[in-house]
């Protein structure tokens, strides 16, 4: 089963910009569509953006323009690169890896926070 360890959470001013990072491990990045999503407090987790194997991406609305996630399978990392960061952003923000092939299991990262605020 992959395992995947987010980081480059943290307190940013309203108009700033974070980079996360989410690093797999124990199996290859390419047979996963991965996914970044975040939950704030008292609110359902939420998809933020995803990217498949061959580079397409997709954006939740509220973050399109701002945010980018891109991914690089030889070094088995996908990253978030959020810009423009509003008080509205604040949340913790998981990586989670879905897996082509029904022999393979799933995965969440265990989260990192981000905190926009002045």
């Known amino acids: 089963q992959v395992q995947l360890v987010e980081s480059g959470g943290g307190l940013v001013q309203p108009g700033g910009s974070l980079r996360l990072s989410c690093a797999a491990s124990g199996s290859i990045l390419s047979f996963y569509r991965m996914g970044w999503y975040r939950q704030a407090p008292g609110k359902q987790r939420e998809l933020v953006a995803t990217?498949?194997?061959?580079?397409?991406?997709d954006y939740a609305d509220s973050v399109k323009g701002r945010f980018t996630i891109t991914r690089e399978n030889a070094k088995n990392t996908v990253y978030l690169q959020m810009d423009s960061l509003n008080p509205e952003d604040t949340a913790v923000y998981y990586c989670?890896?879905?897996?082509?092939?029904?022999?393979?299991?799933?995965?969440w990262g265990q989260g990192t926070q981000v905190t926009v605020s002045s």
């Open positions: 989670n890896a879905v897996p082509y092939a029904l022999s393979l299991r799933g995965s």
């Open positions: 990217i498949t194997s061959a580079g397409s991406t």
